[in-house]
């Protein structure tokens, strides 16, 4: 793990990192903003998953999630949405396939399976690596993200049942099986049998009987893909069905834009430090 | 004035306005943002200048000022740096002239006069368009900026005498007549003679003997242009031998970047208001 930038903010220090990742082949990039307090000892951590497109760089520079991190004491942790280099399979013409559209799933399919491995890269390489190397509180860490990430941070968290202490989404990928997104993604990297998908689908691990945490979403009614892509209200519906703890906030007006999450970012993480500093 | 794009943010709403600039000769783009309170009354406004390379996007999406704005119930004005448009000369090899660096000064030399009259454009046109068509209090201003545009607003407020309520600047180029970055603007722009540079010079300003109006800066220890562009040591000598009011802090170990702005905005916005809101 190899520091590549290092920014002063808020008091604490946004860094870059670069590693060999074993579960991806390659070597991958993310940001760690380590707050104020990690300079008087370990901190606990909260996980961002970003949405299609990004990189670490979205978050860091876009959400204004820094200023929180340092009031309330907690890291943040921003890793890339794909694996990366010229020896990853890509599809430069799809914004919503291959590099930036990682999924946050284990590909079984070829030529995708030999990197795309980021459902274990988030959950297990990465947080082993950063609690190995930097102030972090072990094993202490919560889980959030945007769009693509929102999707994520619910399946990692339903998954990885005492691993999280906390979870919310913006605008999450509620039910990738059934929209767009998901399908083109799903199809590719785990092929034609559907019932692989529903592993990695919010909705279906809350049907299949996911252990209860409670889910903490916001979603703008604005939002340019919410009809489309996000089916918030399927995991309304499941979660009323299963009795399993949902807050889901409609914001009136506002869109899919790290605008929109930075007006909420700040409620997130306190939520999340809540939980984490308890 | 057209409005071409809206987003709500921290209850306001982040809009995006074209229009036909006499001053500049071309079709000219900004940014407001309009907070909460706006939708009740009118409200005083913060202008803000950016940098070399900027675009009124800059700002609005990474210094994370709108939250600030949206508490303290002032709107942003965030013009562009230059003029644009494919009738626009430029020097497309250089960031630091031409487009992207207008340099917030009314150009007297071919061929750059006929659109780059920036000065004229931020302090005379722009206001009164904006007090026309917004919510904003007619007269009720301050001005702040970033680097090129920290100089441009303190060139503002001491060339506008009680133009503008308060005045601060982030990092900016203090004594653009001896520094590369001035140098080669005011050459371009304002022709050989050194003396009519010293008119859009903060150092040389007060120099001269500019009526006084506190002067808020914040600079970074570890900007990586601070030795060689940005010489707020020669403002601090001067505004010392003139007895001009100047707090200058330096912020140890932040850089140039959004990133330190972000830090920092907070108390830039809250000097701002206590002075607009009196």
Redesign the interface.
């Known amino acids: 793990m190899q520091l590549i930038e290092s ?5 604490g220090w ?1 860094n870059r990192y670069t590693h060999d990742s074993s579960t991806c082949n390659c070597t991958m990039t993310f940001s760690v903003y380590l707050p104020p307090q990690a300079a008087e000892g370990k901190v606990p951590a909260v996980y961002w998953l970003s949405g299609l497109t990004c990189t670490d760089d979205n978050v860091r ?2 959400a ?1 999630a ?2 929180y991190a340092a009031e309330l004491g907690i890291a943040l942790v921003m890793p890339d949405t794909s694996p990366r280099g010229d020896d990853v399979p890509d599809v430069p013409e799809r914004y919503d396939l291959g590099k930036g559209a990682g999924f946050y799933v284990n590909a079984t399919q070829a030529p995708w399976s030999q990197h795309y491995q980021m459902y274990d890269y988030v959950t297990r390489e990465l947080p082993v690596l950063v609690e190995a190397e930097l102030p972090l509180i072990p094993g202490v860490k919560s889980i959030t993200g945007h769009s693509m990430g929102g999707h994520g941070a619910l399946i990692c968290a339903l998954k990885e049942a005492g691993a999280y202490r906390s979870v919310s989404a913006f605008s999450p990928i509620c039910h990738p099986t059934i929209c767009g997104w998901g399908e083109g993604c799903f199809g590719a990297y785990l092929g034609d049998d559907k019932e692989s998908w529903k592993r990695y689908d919010a909705v279906e691990l809350i049907r299949a009987g996911a252990e209860k945490i409670p889910l903490f979403i916001d979603q ?1 009614t ?1 939002d340019e893909f919410l009809a489309e892509q996000l089916y918030p209200q399927d995991l309304e519906a499941i979660c009323a069905e299963r009795g399993f703890p949902l807050t889901l906030r409609r914001q009136e ?3 899919h ?4 999450i ?2 909420f970012i ?1 409620e997130h993480l306190a939520y999340h430090a809540k939980a984490l500093l308890a």
Request: aromatic share 18%.
């Open positions: 920014i002063k903010e808020f008091g946004l520079t876009k204004g820094q200023r703008g604005g007006g506002y869109d834009s790290y605008h929109f930075g007006t700040g």
